[in-house]
């Protein structure tokens, strides 16, 4: 069953980790999401011409190689730019490199401006939830 | 003896080509100047006896006569979409490909300032799309608000989100716009689908655009002009490459065609990643595609080749001329009818169509960027890979006429110079002698098969 709310998937910067985001995909649309993919090495841009012209609920960045935060910074500025106001950001994967505490990487992906960080090892049912729950979709 | 005759009423000549539908063979050709100010039938009355002419005492009896136009100005298009990047740029391959010359390409909401530009311009059709299918909706439906309350006279191709499709039929309606919907030139992100909005033009240049442009009355001795002049030949191409049911084509091929004011390259093939490990982004690419570039050109835009390539680019061709080069492309452009003499002016105007070969072709075959990662480099590609494309043709006045064909269609090969940019490595280089390839478009449309056996015999290895 459709739900009606369309999500741009894929994986920013310069990082070539397909398998993951084919996992986000199937399991989108699992749960009744129009989803868009626009696959791996994406930059922001592509993220946001591609929400401009589905009419895009949301966006989820994936970033599996460590760079996640030098790719990410300036999104939710150039959402706001392109007129996406209120579009809902999240991120996941191994968004930074060493060990360090999640609490912190996580205020700093939300500081820029995502609605919603997850560390690595996340379950994708538990950000579905969240993005239901967002979009205000009765589970 | 029953013959076909095919007429091409182009911007500077009408060229006809009686084709023996027996024996299937050309008959004759000629050409004579396009007369569209006065009445057209002028300049083809005369071509057609000197065509006459040539074929001989042979009894002909033409059975059909078909025709494409570029006359007055061709089919003057403008595209509207919402991303640059994306619908814009798809409505812009769906005009192109439709044999259109694009006057402008627009983006998202349009401004009155825009819409005034537009109205300027005067085009024969405005092609309007926007969003994908369920995808945004308000931008295509500003925009056709405003062409319905400033532009009502100009023919309107809808070909955008599906879902805004009755509303915009209401706002036409109301306003007494007239318009053809179709199918979505980018349905789904980055999949694009222009023929059938390629199709609903070309009925619109049948229907009103020829008339509009003082034709009609070549149409009581003629059956038809069934398509703008560019998409006969982009038509050619394609049946030349892929073949019909019964006669088999040659495979993946590039066609140039470099004229005094525009170079068009056409490309039949797929175009995808010709090496493992290669990642494809951006919009997807039509397999017949057509680019035209208007500021490459050996006459009218003889200066802006100039601009567009430098000095260096040029002499790089003829290091020893005795011209200063950027005062030769200045006289060209201002005396377009020069046909060269002296063994210079040759060399030079071949140098002009190896510079025009080499940019034209840059810009419409795919490039290949190299992605340093964690992993190592890794690669990433936009547009058409045409390394391994098996054929390169050469059509249009300047090549057929020249004396080197094939030195001027290999500055559009692959060079190590520029490896990023995915031009054909080693096709065989052919030229298209007779100049009959718009002919054989027209040709395909009531007998596919023989377009392509004639072609095969007269298109030829340079």
Redesign the interface.
Same mark, same amino acid.
């Given at each position: 069953m459709q739900n009606g709310k %369309?999500v741009v998937i894929g994986v920013i910067g310069?990082?070539?980790h397909a398998v993951g985001n084919k996992i986000i995909e199937h399991a989108l649309k699992e749960e009744g999401f129009?989803v868009?993919n626009?696959?791996?090495?994406?930059p922001q841009e592509?993220f946001i011409? !591609?929400a401009?012209? %589905?009419? !895009?609920d949301a966006i989820l960045v994936s970033s599996l190689?460590?760079?996640g935060e030098i790719d990410c910074r300036g999104f939710r500025e150039k959402c706001n730019e392109a007129g996406l106001k209120d579009i809902i950001l999240y991120v996941g994967g191994n968004l930074v490199v060493g060990k360090q505490d999640w609490k912190e990487v996580e205020k700093r992906f939300l500081d820029m401006g995502f609605n919603r960080a997850y560390p690595p090892g996340t379950d994708i049912k538990l950000s579905i939830k969240d993005l239901k729950k967002d979009l205000g979709i009765e589970e | 003896m029953d013959a076909i005759l095919l007429i091409d009423f182009g911007s500077t000549y009408t060229k006809l080509t009686a084709v023996d539908i027996e024996n299937e063979e050309i008959l004759a050709t000629a050409k004579d100047l396009t007369t569209v100010n006065t009445d057209i039938m002028i300049g083809f009355n005369k071509a057609y006896e000197k065509l006459l002419k040539n074929i001989g005492d042979k009894e002909v009896n033409f059975v059909k006569k078909l025709a494409c136009s570029s006359a007055a100005g061709g089919l003057k298009m403008v595209a509207i979409g919402? /991303?640059p990047?994306?619908?814009a740029e798809a409505a812009k391959r769906a005009a192109l490909g439709a044999g259109a010359r694009i006057l402008g390409v627009y983006s998202y909401e349009l401004n009155k300032h825009e819409i005034e530009e537009i109205k300027n311009k005067r085009p024969d059709i405005i092609l309007l799309a926007?969003?994908?299918d369920?995808?945004?909706?308000d931008c295509i439906i500003h925009n056709a608000k405003l062409l319905a309350e400033y532009i009502k006279d100009v023919p309107i191709v809808v070909a955008g989100n599906k879902n805004a499709n009755d509303e915009i039929e209401e706002i036409f309606n109301s306003a007494g716009v007239f318009y053809k919907i179709t199918e979505n030139v980018?349905p789904?992100?980055?999949t694009i689908n222009v023929e059938p909005a390629r199709e609903v033009i070309r009925n619109i240049f049948m229907q009103k655009i020829v008339e509009a442009k003082g034709m009609k009355n070549a149409e009581n001795f003629i059956n038809g002009i069934l398509m703008p002049t560019p998409a006969a030949v982009l038509k050619a191409a394609k049946i030349l490459a892929d073949g019909t049911d019964k006669e088999e084509g040659i495979g993946e091929l590039v066609i140039v065609d470099i004229g005094g004011a525009t170079t068009d390259v056409h490309s039949i093939a797929k175009g995808d990643p010709s090496k493992p490990g290669v990642?494809l982004?951006g919009l997807q690419e039509p397999y017949a595609k057509r680019t035209v570039e208007g500021d490459l050109g050996m006459r009218v835009s003889a200066m802006s080749l100039f601009e567009a390539a430098g000095t260096r680019r040029i002499k790089k061709y003829i290091p020893n001329t005795k011209y200063d080069i950027e005062e030769r492309c200045k006289f060209l452009q201002q005396n377009v009818n020069i046909i060269p003499q002296t063994e210079e002016e040759y060399e030079f105007d071949e140098a002009l169509g190896m510079v025009a070969t080499e940019i034209a072709m840059e810009r419409h075959v795919g490039t290949i960027e190299s /992605?340093?990662?964690?992993?190592g480099i890794?690669y990433?590609q936009v547009g058409k890979d045409l390394l391994n494309v098996k054929y390169l043709i050469g059509t249009g006045g300047v090549l057929v006429h020249s004396r080197n064909p094939e030195k001027i269609l290999k500055a559009g090969l692959f060079t190590m110079e520029t490896p990023n940019y995915l031009k054909p490595t080693n096709p065989v280089i052919m030229i298209d002698k007779t100049y009959i390839l718009s002919a054989m478009g027209l040709l395909a449309e009531e007998y596919p098969d023989m377009a392509v056996r004639i072609m095969k015999k007269y298109i030829v290895r340079a």
């Open positions: %369309t310069a990082d070539c129009n868009v626009i696959g791996v090495l994406s592509d011409n !591609a401009i012209e %589905t009419n !895009a190689y460590g760079h | 919402l /991303v990047e994306l619908t926007g969003g994908t369920g995808g945004n909706k980018m789904k992100l980055n990642t982004r /992605v340093y990662t964690p992993m890794i990433s």
